[in-house]
T-cell receptor, first 116, second 112 residues
Framework: EAGVAQSPRYKIIEKRQSVAFWCNPISGHATLYWYQQILGQGPKLLIQFQNNGVVDDSQLPKDRFSAERLKGVDSTLKIQPAKLEDSAVYLC??????????????FGPGTRLTVL | GQQVMQIPQYQHVQEGEDFTTYCNSSTTLSNIQWYKQRPGGHPVFLIQLVKSGEVKKQKRLTFQFGEAKKNSSLHITATQTTDVGTYFCAGLEESGYSTLTFGKGTMLLVSP
């Protein structure tokens, strides 16, 4: 089965610019996650979708970050405007189980963002 | 909020030596998952532990979940160069609905 797809793989922008990332989860997976992974740290959850509804966005900096999952399949994560501290790898993951007590997550390759 | 801590942050071993990483949660967990991330790669699921005191083995890897469901460990016997990577634990809080909280990981380097 095809894995989680993400694009672009790399992005370099200047601070105050905007950027968008795209994710296509594994076919049939209802749950989709966006994580931010800063170098040397573990993934930090930004937002979790169940189908096209938001389950948890408590750690999403909503003044600059937004995400949507139209039609409950693909998702986009946007940063506007970007700050230097947003430099990180943005990982998308999906899970086929709705029950949070069993949610093995499948990660995509990530998008490495550098903000200059 | 929930915190998940891992030690050590980094370990360098000779091939054939054993390796252990420890994970501690500030709250009781309903389950804990372990992931491996190779250099330049993305996290890959290894295993999930659910029961208090549970022990699971995958070839040379042994995973344990503490009796109080607040700590876990991953032990690798006779490391190989293919074991190189960062090992993350991720815990799901027992109380109510929650999402996985990842530790900072333990980076393992294996020299031949």
């Amino acid at each position: 089965e095809a894995g989680v797809a993400q694009s672009p793989r790399y992005k370099i922008i200047e601070k105050r610019q905007s950027v968008a990332f795209w994710c296509n989860p594994i076919s049939g997976h209802a749950t989709l996650y966006w994580y931010q992974q800063i170098l040397g740290q573990g993934p930090k959850l930004l937002i979790q979708f169940q189908n096209n509804g938001v389950v948890d966005d408590s750690q999403l900096p909503k003044d600059r970050f937004s995400a949507e999952r139209l039609k409950g399949v693909d998702s986009t994560l946007k940063i506007q405007p970007a700050k230097l501290e947003d430099s990180a790898v943005y990982l998308c993951a999906s899970s086929g189980r709705a029950d949070p007590s069993w949610n093995e997550q499948f990660f995509g390759p990530g998008t490495r963002l550098t903000v200059l | 909020g929930q915190q998940v801590m891992q030690i050590p942050q980094y370990q360098h071993v000779q091939e054939g030596e054993d390796f252990t990483t420890y994970c501690n949660s500030s709250t009781t967990l309903s389950n804990i998952q372990w992931y491996k991330q190779r250099p330049g790669g993305h996290p890959v699921f290894l295993i999930q532990l659910v029961k208090s005191g549970e022990v699971k083995k995958q070839k040379r890897l042994t995973f344990q979940f503490g009796e109080a469901k607040k700590n876990s460990s991953l032990h690798i016997t006779a490391t190989q160069t293919t074991d190189v990577g960062t090992y993350f634990c991720a815990g799901l809080e027992e109380s109510g609905y929650s999402t996985l909280t990842f530790g900072k990981g333990t980076m393992l380097l294996v020299s031949p």
